[in-house]
């Protein structure tokens, strides 16, 4: 994850509870209905995304 300050053409914007992400369109089906939050501990800060649409399968 990276921030960015505008979007290319195969970006796709997304707004949530007033913030504003720039998606790659290649995983915006994999982060539908995930939640995303920004974590601070003593070990260090960023973001962490859980739930989603997961790929299935191994390696």
Do not use: H
Not at 1 to 21: I, P, Q
Not at 35 to 54: E, H, L, M, R, V
């Amino acid at each position: 994850m990276t921030l960015v300050e505008s979007k290319n053409d195969d970006d796709e914007l997304v707004e949530a509870k007033g913030l504003k992400f720039i998606l790659s369109s290649k995983i915006v089906d994999q982060l539908n209905g995930a939640q995303i939050d920004y974590k601070k501990s003593f070990f260090g800060s960023g973001f962490a995304i859980t739930g989603g649409n997961q790929p299935q399968g191994s390696c």
